[in-house]
Structures are given as C-alpha cells and as structure tokens.
C-alpha cells in the first residue's frame, strides 16, 4: 500500500466527540452572561428574538436557526439575551465536537489505537476550546462559533469523500458526494462569506479527485448544483425583507440595496490593511500568535510529508484553504481581526498531534508521555482561560447594569436618545424585550446619514435633521465623527419640540439638551 495513502478506519469510540461537545456546551453556558456582548451582541440578541434582519451579509440561515433555539430557551425560562448567547454556546460545543472527531480520525490513520485516539484528540479540543479569544465568540450573540463548526465539518466531510473514492473496484459514491457537498457549500456561503476560502480549495481537490475517478459526470454536476442552489435559497429571506421590514432591520437594508447587503459590499474599504485595535492587539499576542504560528506551520508542511494522516489531495487543499484564509486576515483592516484566525487555528490543532505522532519518531516512542504532561498544562491554563471567560461575563453584566440605570434616568417617556455608537441596539432590547419607554426615539446619528434611514425620520417627524449643519469634515475619526453627532443631535434638538437627550456611557452622561 502507498504510505502516502491513509486507511479508511472506523470512528475512534462511539460517543466520544459527542462527549467533548457536551463537556464543552457546560463550559461555555458556565461562561456565557445573561446580559447581551459588547459588538454586536445587542443587535442580534433581536434579530434572534424577533425573526429581524442583521446587518451584511446578513446571516439567514443563523436567523432563522437561532430563532427557534432562543423562542424554546426563552420558553424554557432563560433570558432573551441569555437565549441568543446560548446559541452560540451551541455552535461552540459543535466546532468542538467536530474538531475532536476530526483529530481523533487523523490519530487513528497513524496507528493509535481508538482510545488512544479518542483520549490524544481531547489535548487539541482544550487547547482550541479554552482559548479565551475562542470562548470570546461561544458565549455572546455572535455567528462566528457556527462559522467555525461548518469549518470542522467541512473538512470531516471532504476527508471523507476524498478516501471513499481512492478504492479502486468499488463503487464510487459520486451522488452522494456531489448532493452533501454541494449542500455544505451553500451553506457555508450563506453563513459566513468567507467560507469561500475553504470551499474553493477543497472543492477544487474534490473535483478533481472525482474526474480521477471518472466519476465528475453531468449527472453528478447536477446533483451538486441543485444542493447548492437548495442551500442558498435561504437568502431569499432578505429579499422578501427588503420590501417587507421587521421590527429589528439593519436600516439600510432595501430592495434596491439588497444585493449590496447580501455580498458586504460595504466592507470593501476594509481591505489593504491590518488595523487591530490596540485590545485586539493584545489579545491576539496572549492568545492567538503562539497557537497560530505552530498550527499553520503543520499545515503548510503537510502536503509536503509523506504522511498517513489523510489523503494528499486533502492535505494540499487544507494547506491552500488555510493560506487564503490568513492572506485575508492580513490585509482586512476591521478594528476586531482575531475571530477570522479562528478557523485556521482550529484546523491546525486538529492536525497537528496525529502529523507529530506520524512525522517525528520521538513522539511516537515517547508518546504517552507527552501527552500527559500537554494534558497537565493544558489543565493549569483551562483554569487560567476559564476565570478570564468568568471574569469577561461579570464586566458585561456590570456594563448592562450601567447602561440600563443610565436609561432608567431619562426624565422623560417621549422625546429622542440619541447615543453616537452602534450600540444604540442596547436600547432597543430595553424597549422591545422588556417594554421599558416604548415610545422614546432611540436613534444614533450615524444612521441618519444613510438615504433609507433619512428619508424614514423625514417622513416620520417631517423635518430633515441634516438640513442646516454647520460645514464639518467628514468623519473619519474619532474627533470628527463625535462632532457631527453633536451636529446632528443639536438640529434634532431645535427642530422638534420633543425633548432631546445625549446618551454617552462613555463619560457616564446623560445630557438633556436645552431648546432655545
């Protein structure tokens, strides 16, 4: 047999994976908060409760998903902030489940036996899964955690099919092949649009494994286009949206924007650079870099080796789909990068015990041993990772608490809040989730300076409130941006005759305008 060849083996032990996965779901519930994360966190706490429209690319398939998951939970007596934290605490423990079941199969292609496998593959599962840049996005309203699980998937998936259709004398199963991933693909893309990164590749490798076969027949090719095409009807969703808004709509969301929407074609600004924040920078030194570099390194190196771990053609498109993946980290400029290394460093891991089992002799002499002392540190640094996941959900709830007791203030039940920041959702979840000042106008200036948001305040209270500014440079800092706020804020303020409130966290104050 070629030893470059890997041996289709059996699962390592029947209900291993599932086991990391569950012990990985207590983990990050014990984690999540019962108040919405910072980012995001707020919007889609809505977008889930309220069957909404998130902002690009809009995430239909974890709408509607994660709408059912938080109408059970919430039925169930969890919170709705809670609920929608919960279900990425699920995407969590799957991602785990999968890498565990991914790893412990590569481990058992080098000749571990299935409980040794099983036991080794939990090292990678605790070094992905505690890292606290990972539990960052397992327990807050986020779509990364699914992201990450469709990764393992995928890469399960086409291990899988890449060895079912090496034997030469059977069957190959192409149908099968071509309707799963054809399915996955499109579900990939209308989760996350980076998947791209991992389903050209090994698609690519697929296909050819398939012509190899002489199996890539118009059949086939039908099959996989009608899954894909199946898969991605979920984005109609936001086409009828477009024209038919919910109560929680990301507001430049129209039928003449939708398709904008649809491929984030705003975010293109973002591209040429790498912008961290100076936390993320941090963060990423700590917690990402260290486990990276090692995890990329096994990658690029595997289709290189001789290894059994997994069929060539899979190690080639793994290795390409995690350089496409970090390449675009690289040169995309948003202030929080570090949930797009997530994938690769997740894959990596999985790979990189069964490759050192397989490539370096003195781990496979000494192997044991090695793996119980990664298994200690592995146990001092998960203590260490879980009170920075405990600690992180206690500063969330305390932020909630601030800004709720600052929202309570407002002296009045009708007027305008109007809070400079993204976060103006927080608001929002106040107003709908708990029935707290339904009729206040929570806005953020920042959405008034796009067309379908300003024609809807201009029909709604009949006034323009970007008519007569003072002549302000664009916002494109801090400075800038906080003064046509202000602007704003203050032409809001002299054209209605409801009062006006400036909301600002920030600097704990909640400043009521005076009228002239």
Same mark, same amino acid.
């Given at each position: 047999?070629?030893?470059?060849?890997?041996?289709?083996?059996?699962?390592?032990?029947?209900?291993?994976?599932?086991?990391?996965?569950?012990?990985?779901?207590?983990?990050?519930?014990?984690? !999540?908060?019962?108040?919405?994360?910072?980012?995001d966190g707020s919007e889609f706490t809505l977008v889930l409760a309220t069957l909404g429209a998130a902002h690009p690319t809009g995430y239909a398939l974890y709408t509607f998903t994660g709408h059912a998951f938080v109408l059970l939970a919430h039925a169930l007596g969890a919170s709705w902030p809670f609920a929608a934290n919960a279900f990425s605490a699920l995407g969590g423990a799957v991602a785990i489940g999968l890498l565990h079941a991914l790893s412990a199969r590569l481990l058992r292609s080098t000749g571990v036996s299935a409980r040794g496998a099983a036991a080794v593959a939990l090292l990678p599962a605790v070094a992905f899964g505690m890292n606290p840049i990972w539990t960052l996005e397992t327990t807050i309203a986020e779509v990364n955690s699914w992201h990450v699980a469709w990764v393992m998937g995928v890469a399960l998936f086409a291990r899988w099919a890449i060895e079912a259709l090496e034997p030469a004398g059977?069957?190959?199963?192409?149908?099968?092949?071509?309707?799963?991933?054809?399915?996955?693909?499109?579900?990939?893309?209308?989760?996350?649009?980076?998947?791209?990164?991992?389903?050209?590749?090994?698609?690519?490798?697929?296909?050819?494994?398939?012509?190899?076969?002489?199996?890539?027949?118009?059949?086939?090719?039908?099959?996989?286009?009608?899954?894909?095409?199946?898969?991605?009807?979920?984005?109609?969703?936001?086409?009828?949206?477009?024209?038919?808004?919910?109560?929680?709509?990301?507001?430049?969301?129209?039928?003449? !924007?939708?398709?904008?929407?649809?491929?984030?074609?705003?975010?293109?600004?973002?591209?040429?650079?790498?912008?961290?924040?100076?936390?993320?920078?941090?963060?990423?030194?700590?917690?990402?870099?260290?486990?990276?570099?090692?995890?990329?390194?096994?990658?690029?190196?595997?289709?290189?080796?001789?290894?059994?771990?997994?069929?060539?053609?899979?190690?080639?498109?793994?290795?390409?789909?995690?350089?496409?993946?970090?390449?675009?980290?690289?040169?995309?400029?948003?202030?929080?990068?570090?949930?797009?290394?997530?994938?690769?460093?997740?894959?990596?891991?999985?790979?990189?015990?069964?490759?050192?089992?397989?490539? #370096?002799?003195? #781990?496979?002499?000494?192997?044991?041993?090695?793996?119980?002392?990664?298994?200690?540190?592995?146990?001092?640094?998960?203590?260490?990772?879980?009170?920075?996941?405990?600690?992180?959900?206690?500063?969330?709830?305390?932020?909630?608490?601030?800004?709720?007791?600052?929202?309570?203030? $407002?002296?009045?039940?009708?007027?305008? #809040?109007?809070?400079?920041?993204?976060?103006?959702?927080?608001?929002? %979840?106040?107003?709908?989730?708990?029935?707290? =000042?339904?009729?206040?106008?929570?806005?953020?200036?920042?959405?008034?300076?796009?067309?379908?948001?300003?024609?809807?305040?201009?029909?709604?209270?009949?006034?323009?409130?970007?008519?007569?500014?003072?002549?302000?440079?664009?916002?494109?800092?801090?400075?800038?941006?906080?003064?046509?706020?202000?602007?704003?804020?203050?032409?809001?303020?002299?054209?209605?005759?409801?009062?006006? $409130?400036?909301?600002?966290? %920030?600097?704990?104050?909640?400043?009521?305008?005076? =009228?002239?």
């Open positions: 047999m070629n030893p470059a060849r890997a041996p289709r083996i059996v699962a390592p032990v029947p209900g291993a994976s599932l086991l990391a996965g569950v012990l990985a779901l207590l983990a990050y519930l014990a984690m !999540t908060p019962g108040a919405s994360g910072d980012k059977e069957p190959a199963p192409a149908l099968r092949i071509a309707a799963l991933g054809g399915l996955l693909v499109g579900v990939g893309l209308t989760h996350h649009a980076t998947s791209v990164f991992f389903s050209l590749p090994l698609g690519a490798v697929l296909l050819f494994a398939l012509a190899r076969r002489g199996a890539l027949a118009a059949g086939v090719v039908a099959i996989g286009l009608g899954a894909f095409v199946l898969a991605l009807s979920s984005v109609a969703y936001l086409f009828w949206r477009a024209s038919h808004p919910a109560l929680v709509q990301w507001p430049m969301l129209a039928p003449e !924007t939708v398709w904008y929407h649809v491929l984030g074609a705003q975010y293109r600004g973002y591209l040429g650079r790498f912008a961290p924040t100076e936390v993320q920078r941090h963060l990423l030194s700590a917690h990402g870099y260290p486990w990276l570099a090692p995890a990329l390194l096994v990658l690029l190196a595997a289709p290189f080796t001789r290894s059994r771990i997994a069929p060539r053609l899979w190690r080639i498109g793994v290795a390409a789909a995690a350089m496409l993946q970090t390449a675009y980290v690289f040169s995309y400029g948003v202030p929080d990068p570090s949930p797009y290394f997530l994938p690769v460093l997740a894959l990596g891991l999985a790979v990189l015990p069964a490759w050192l089992a397989d490539a #370096v002799p003195a #781990v496979r002499r000494r192997g044991a041993w090695i793996a119980g002392i990664a298994a200690v540190a592995l146990a001092v640094a998960s203590i260490a990772w879980g009170r920075i996941g405990r600690e992180r959900a206690g500063i969330y709830q305390e932020f909630d608490d601030l800004v709720h007791r600052m929202w309570m203030s $407002v002296p009045f039940d009708d007027g305008f #809040v109007i809070w400079g920041d993204d976060m103006v959702h927080r608001l929002w %979840e106040y107003q709908l989730l708990r029935d707290e =000042k339904p009729r206040v106008i929570a806005l953020s200036p920042a959405q008034l300076t796009y067309p379908g948001p300003h024609a809807a305040f201009i029909a709604r209270h009949g006034f323009d409130p970007l008519a007569e500014l003072p002549s302000l440079p664009p916002a494109v800092d801090e400075p800038s941006t906080r003064a046509l706020f202000e602007a704003i804020a203050a032409r809001i303020n002299s054209a209605s005759p409801l009062p006006v $409130v400036v909301f600002d966290p %920030e600097h704990l104050s909640v400043r009521r305008l005076r =009228k002239q």
